[in-house]
């Protein structure tokens, strides 16, 4: 490590808009302790919940300064003591990092290390983390589907949408989602969803319940909760369950449009896994790997110095169309 003690990073030294994403040269690269992981980044995923810590809204706020990122792809550097599932040279992901993965180097937990297959690469390892570990905790953990179950994507196109398709189709649903653009539902229909619909057209949510025939469809994985909710309640079959990934507000809402249905609203939050469900969603996930079927969609890539850039497209876009990521250039 003689010749990496100083790295580029990006640091955040107060919340606000996307400018106070700043690029720093001279960042001290941390050294891992037991049980952690050093990697030298190759991509790093950037997700929204990232947007919404950095403008100080989200409800978990890091301590100033801070480096955002937690989806990276790379290469072990080093081991802590007492690490023995990962060893320098390994081609790894990660779901989440200690130190912030919009660097070059990145120290993480060994249980948030996982290896990353030789048939994907660095870019697609850095869309995995939380967009298929969300997917799997919202199909599997929160709303327990069952195959044969008629599941709606709200939001199909983007990181966790398109992992949320592919891992339903696998699970034997049948697959319906929404975009706002025909390229973001060409893309989910490629991607394992069955039927797509236009969430800008006005009779979205009738053409949905058309395709159910008027029963509703059992889950819904609602990416944007303050602007599509009280639909979610419309199109939710009777006893159906609407899993909500992403909200950027309050919304309005009658709850008797739940209770007509008796139908169940539920929270995901990838952070309050137990580390036996992320094991157990590990697993499977590198199983999608090895068999092929978990090919993550990646919508752009960033060079480092252009975080700011990219924290304003992944919200300000007029339609997702997979996975941002951040590259950290021809150094590495």
């Known amino acids: 490590m003689s010749d990496f003690k100083l790295m580029r990073a990006i640091r955040v030294s ?59 792809a790379g290469v072990v550097e080093s081991v802590g003591e007492g690490v023995t599932a990962v060893k320098a040279g390994d081609r790894v992901f990660t779901t989440s990092t200690q130190s912030g993965g919009y660097a070059e180097f990145a120290v993480a937990t060994d249980d948030n290390v996982h290896k990353l297959p030789d048939t994907l690469d660095f870019c697609q390892g850095a869309a995995i983390g939380i967009p298929y570990f969300t997917a799997y905790r919202a199909l599997v953990h929160k709303a327990h589907v069952k195959a044969g179950e008629t599941v709606l994507v709200h939001g199909a196109s983007g990181g966790v949408g398109l992992a949320t398709c592919q891992l339903s189709h696998m699970l034997g649903l049948r697959v319906m989602g929404t975009a706002g653009t025909k390229a973001g539902m060409e893309l989910a229909a490629q991607n394992g969803a069955h039927l797509m619909f236009n969430h800008r057209e006005e009779d979205y949510v009738g053409k949905i319940m058309d395709a159910t025939e008027g029963r ?35 919304v309005e809402m009658n709850p008797r449009a739940a209770m007509a249905k008796e139908s169940s609203i539920i929270g995901v939050a990838l952070f309050s896994a137990t580390p036996a469900e992320t094991k157990e969603c590990a697993a499977f996930l590198f199983r999608g790997m090895e068999a092929g079927w978990l090919r993550p969609v990646v919508a752009g890539q960033y060079p480092l110095d252009k975080a700011a850039q990219a924290h304003h497209d992944i919200i300000e876009s007029q339609g997702a169309t997979g996975k941002i990521v951040l590259t950290m250039g021809s150094q590495l």
């Open 14 to 72: 107060g919340f606000g808009p996307p400018s106070v994403l700043e690029l720093c040269a001279n960042v001290k690269v941390q050294l891992p302790g037991r049980g952690e992981v050093l990697i030298r980044v190759h991509a790093c995923g950037v997700n929204p919940v990232e947007t919404y810590i950095r403008a100080g809204t989200f409800s978990r706020k890091p301590s100033l300064p801070y480096t955002p990122g937690s989806d990276i």
């Open 216 to 250: 509703g469809v059992d889950v819904i994985v609602e990416m944007l909760a303050n602007v599509n909710l009280n639909n979610d309640l419309q199109m939710v079959a009777s006893g159906g369950r609407v899993a909500i990934v992403g909200s950027r507000g309050s």
